[in-house]
T-cell receptor, first 119, second 115 residues
Protein backbone atom coordinates (compact mmCIF):
# COMPACT_ATOMS: atom_id res chain seq x y z
CA UNK A 1 0.00 0.00 0.00
CA UNK A 2 0.89 3.65 -0.20
CA UNK A 3 3.18 5.19 2.36
CA UNK A 4 2.94 8.54 4.09
CA UNK A 5 2.69 11.36 1.59
CA UNK A 6 3.40 15.04 2.10
CA UNK A 7 2.81 18.13 0.04
CA UNK A 8 4.31 20.28 -1.19
CA UNK A 9 7.73 18.69 -1.45
CA UNK A 10 9.35 22.12 -1.50
CA UNK A 11 8.07 25.49 -0.37
CA UNK A 12 9.82 28.82 -0.63
CA UNK A 13 8.12 31.69 1.14
CA UNK A 14 8.89 35.21 2.17
CA UNK A 15 9.44 36.10 5.78
CA UNK A 16 6.15 37.05 7.41
CA UNK A 17 3.94 34.93 5.17
CA UNK A 18 1.82 32.03 6.41
CA UNK A 19 2.36 28.50 5.07
CA UNK A 20 0.38 25.28 5.23
CA UNK A 21 1.98 21.86 4.97
CA UNK A 22 -0.08 18.76 4.35
CA UNK A 23 0.32 15.15 5.46
CA UNK A 24 -1.61 12.10 4.29
CA UNK A 25 -0.89 9.22 6.68
CA UNK A 26 -0.97 5.53 5.90
CA UNK A 27 -4.57 4.38 5.74
CA UNK A 28 -5.71 2.90 9.04
CA UNK A 29 -2.93 4.43 11.11
CA UNK A 30 -4.39 6.05 14.18
CA UNK A 31 -1.37 8.06 15.27
CA UNK A 32 0.16 10.97 13.37
CA UNK A 33 3.28 12.93 14.22
CA UNK A 34 5.02 16.02 12.94
CA UNK A 35 8.78 16.44 13.30
CA UNK A 36 11.23 19.02 12.06
CA UNK A 37 14.71 18.29 10.72
CA UNK A 38 17.14 21.17 10.63
CA UNK A 39 20.92 21.50 10.50
CA UNK A 40 21.28 23.10 13.88
CA UNK A 41 18.68 21.15 15.84
CA UNK A 42 18.58 17.69 14.27
CA UNK A 43 15.25 15.87 14.37
CA UNK A 44 12.73 17.45 16.75
CA UNK A 45 9.24 16.37 17.72
CA UNK A 46 6.55 18.98 17.12
CA UNK A 47 3.07 17.55 17.67
CA UNK A 48 1.27 14.21 17.99
CA UNK A 49 -2.30 13.15 17.26
CA UNK A 50 -3.81 9.88 18.48
CA UNK A 51 -7.39 9.05 17.57
CA UNK A 52 -9.85 11.39 19.24
CA UNK A 53 -7.54 12.30 22.11
CA UNK A 54 -6.31 15.83 22.63
CA UNK A 55 -3.09 16.33 20.65
CA UNK A 56 0.28 16.52 22.37
CA UNK A 57 1.52 19.97 21.35
CA UNK A 58 4.50 19.99 23.68
CA UNK A 59 7.05 20.24 20.86
CA UNK A 60 5.65 23.24 19.03
CA UNK A 61 8.35 25.95 19.21
CA UNK A 62 6.01 28.96 19.34
CA UNK A 63 2.38 29.95 19.08
CA UNK A 64 2.97 30.68 15.40
CA UNK A 65 2.82 26.93 14.85
CA UNK A 66 -0.43 25.01 14.87
CA UNK A 67 -1.72 21.76 13.44
CA UNK A 68 -4.98 20.02 12.95
CA UNK A 69 -6.07 16.60 11.89
CA UNK A 70 -9.40 16.33 10.17
CA UNK A 71 -11.52 13.19 10.29
CA UNK A 72 -8.71 11.26 11.92
CA UNK A 73 -6.76 11.22 8.68
CA UNK A 74 -5.16 14.14 6.85
CA UNK A 75 -3.22 16.67 8.88
CA UNK A 76 -2.18 20.23 8.17
CA UNK A 77 0.68 22.03 9.88
CA UNK A 78 0.35 25.80 9.71
CA UNK A 79 3.13 28.27 10.38
CA UNK A 80 2.03 31.86 10.69
CA UNK A 81 4.28 34.87 10.08
CA UNK A 82 7.19 32.68 9.03
CA UNK A 83 10.70 33.52 10.20
CA UNK A 84 14.02 32.51 8.69
CA UNK A 85 14.67 30.15 11.59
CA UNK A 86 11.60 28.18 10.51
CA UNK A 87 13.55 26.97 7.47
CA UNK A 88 13.80 23.20 7.81
CA UNK A 89 12.45 19.92 6.49
CA UNK A 90 9.09 19.17 8.07
CA UNK A 91 8.46 15.46 8.42
CA UNK A 92 5.23 13.65 9.03
CA UNK A 93 5.01 10.13 10.41
CA UNK A 94 2.13 7.79 11.10
CA UNK A 95 1.78 4.60 13.07
CA UNK A 96 -0.64 1.99 14.25
CA UNK A 97 -0.19 1.86 17.99
CA UNK A 98 -0.41 -1.69 19.29
CA UNK A 99 -0.83 -2.59 22.94
CA UNK A 100 0.97 -5.81 23.78
CA UNK A 101 1.50 -7.22 27.24
CA UNK A 102 0.54 -3.94 28.88
CA UNK A 103 3.03 -1.87 26.93
CA UNK A 104 2.81 0.10 23.76
CA UNK A 105 4.44 -0.69 20.46
CA UNK A 106 4.55 2.28 18.14
CA UNK A 107 6.38 1.85 14.85
CA UNK A 108 6.47 5.15 12.99
CA UNK A 109 6.69 5.43 9.22
CA UNK A 110 7.93 8.69 7.79
CA UNK A 111 6.94 10.64 4.72
CA UNK A 112 9.39 12.32 2.34
CA UNK A 113 9.07 15.68 4.07
CA UNK A 114 8.43 19.25 2.96
CA UNK A 115 11.53 21.41 2.60
CA UNK A 116 10.57 24.90 3.75
CA UNK A 117 12.80 27.82 2.90
CA UNK A 118 11.97 31.23 4.34
CA UNK A 119 13.69 34.08 2.51
CA UNK B 1 16.02 14.83 30.70
CA UNK B 2 15.32 12.42 27.90
CA UNK B 3 18.11 12.27 25.37
CA UNK B 4 19.91 10.09 22.86
CA UNK B 5 23.63 10.30 22.23
CA UNK B 6 25.35 9.00 19.13
CA UNK B 7 29.07 8.92 19.63
CA UNK B 8 30.27 9.22 16.06
CA UNK B 9 29.13 12.03 13.80
CA UNK B 10 31.09 10.87 10.76
CA UNK B 11 32.38 7.40 9.97
CA UNK B 12 34.38 6.46 6.89
CA UNK B 13 34.89 2.81 6.02
CA UNK B 14 36.06 0.72 3.13
CA UNK B 15 33.78 -1.93 1.67
CA UNK B 16 33.78 -5.20 3.61
CA UNK B 17 34.83 -3.49 6.83
CA UNK B 18 32.80 -4.13 9.95
CA UNK B 19 30.57 -1.40 11.34
CA UNK B 20 29.53 -0.51 14.84
CA UNK B 21 27.68 2.74 15.59
CA UNK B 22 27.23 3.66 19.21
CA UNK B 23 23.97 4.85 20.76
CA UNK B 24 23.26 5.62 24.39
CA UNK B 25 20.05 6.97 25.80
CA UNK B 26 18.79 8.66 28.91
CA UNK B 27 15.15 7.93 29.64
CA UNK B 28 13.17 7.32 32.78
CA UNK B 29 11.23 4.11 32.31
CA UNK B 30 10.85 1.27 29.86
CA UNK B 31 11.72 2.14 26.30
CA UNK B 32 11.24 1.18 22.71
CA UNK B 33 14.40 1.61 20.64
CA UNK B 34 14.87 2.21 16.94
CA UNK B 35 17.44 2.76 14.26
CA UNK B 36 16.39 4.75 11.21
CA UNK B 37 18.40 5.23 8.03
CA UNK B 38 18.28 8.08 5.56
CA UNK B 39 19.90 7.34 2.21
CA UNK B 40 21.01 10.33 0.12
CA UNK B 41 17.93 12.09 -1.26
CA UNK B 42 15.52 9.70 0.39
CA UNK B 43 13.30 9.81 3.42
CA UNK B 44 13.76 8.20 6.80
CA UNK B 45 13.31 4.45 6.78
CA UNK B 46 13.04 2.11 9.73
CA UNK B 47 16.10 -0.13 9.88
CA UNK B 48 15.25 -2.12 13.00
CA UNK B 49 13.40 -1.90 16.27
CA UNK B 50 13.43 -3.26 19.79
CA UNK B 51 10.25 -3.55 21.84
CA UNK B 52 10.88 -6.43 24.23
CA UNK B 53 12.28 -9.95 24.41
CA UNK B 54 15.55 -10.96 22.78
CA UNK B 55 17.91 -8.00 23.16
CA UNK B 56 19.65 -8.84 19.89
CA UNK B 57 17.45 -7.67 17.06
CA UNK B 58 17.97 -8.11 13.37
CA UNK B 59 16.86 -5.65 10.75
CA UNK B 60 16.96 -5.22 7.03
CA UNK B 61 20.09 -5.41 4.87
CA UNK B 62 22.09 -7.44 7.37
CA UNK B 63 22.02 -4.90 10.19
CA UNK B 64 21.58 -5.89 13.82
CA UNK B 65 21.52 -4.08 17.13
CA UNK B 66 21.93 -5.15 20.72
CA UNK B 67 20.03 -3.63 23.61
CA UNK B 68 22.13 -3.61 26.77
CA UNK B 69 19.84 -2.35 29.51
CA UNK B 70 22.58 -1.96 32.11
CA UNK B 71 24.52 0.32 29.79
CA UNK B 72 21.51 2.15 28.35
CA UNK B 73 22.91 1.31 24.93
CA UNK B 74 21.56 0.16 21.59
CA UNK B 75 24.53 -0.12 19.26
CA UNK B 76 24.09 -0.84 15.57
CA UNK B 77 26.32 -3.40 13.86
CA UNK B 78 26.96 -4.87 10.45
CA UNK B 79 29.72 -7.43 9.81
CA UNK B 80 30.57 -6.27 6.29
CA UNK B 81 29.44 -2.94 4.85
CA UNK B 82 28.74 -2.18 1.22
CA UNK B 83 28.99 1.03 -0.76
CA UNK B 84 25.18 1.13 -0.79
CA UNK B 85 25.18 1.50 3.01
CA UNK B 86 26.39 5.08 2.61
CA UNK B 87 23.72 7.03 4.47
CA UNK B 88 22.91 8.84 7.69
CA UNK B 89 21.86 6.68 10.61
CA UNK B 90 19.67 7.86 13.48
CA UNK B 91 19.10 6.16 16.81
CA UNK B 92 15.78 6.95 18.51
CA UNK B 93 13.92 6.12 21.70
CA UNK B 94 10.31 6.34 22.80
CA UNK B 95 8.43 5.37 25.94
CA UNK B 96 6.05 2.43 26.27
CA UNK B 97 3.45 3.85 28.58
CA UNK B 98 1.35 6.92 29.07
CA UNK B 99 1.70 9.65 26.50
CA UNK B 100 5.38 9.12 25.77
CA UNK B 101 4.91 8.30 22.12
CA UNK B 102 7.21 10.81 20.55
CA UNK B 103 10.54 9.69 19.19
CA UNK B 104 13.62 11.31 20.62
CA UNK B 105 16.41 11.17 18.09
CA UNK B 106 20.15 11.25 18.33
CA UNK B 107 22.10 13.72 16.21
CA UNK B 108 22.80 11.12 13.56
CA UNK B 109 25.93 9.46 12.17
CA UNK B 110 26.97 10.00 8.58
CA UNK B 111 28.50 6.83 7.16
CA UNK B 112 30.55 6.96 3.98
CA UNK B 113 31.61 3.63 2.50
CA UNK B 114 34.36 3.73 -0.10
CA UNK B 115 34.62 1.03 -2.78
Amino acid sequence: GAGVSQSPSNKVTEKGKDVELRCDPISGHTALYWYRQSLGQGLEFLIYFQGNSAPDKSGLPSDRFSAERTGGSVSTLTIQRTQQEDSAVYLCASSLVVLAGGSKRDEQYFGPGTRLTVT
Amino acid sequence: AQSVSQHNHHVILSEAASLELGCNYSYGGTVNLFWYVQYPGQHLQLLLKYFSGDPLVKGIKGFEAEFIKSKFSFNLRKPSVQWSDTAEYFCAVSGVSGGYNKLIFGAGTRLAVHP
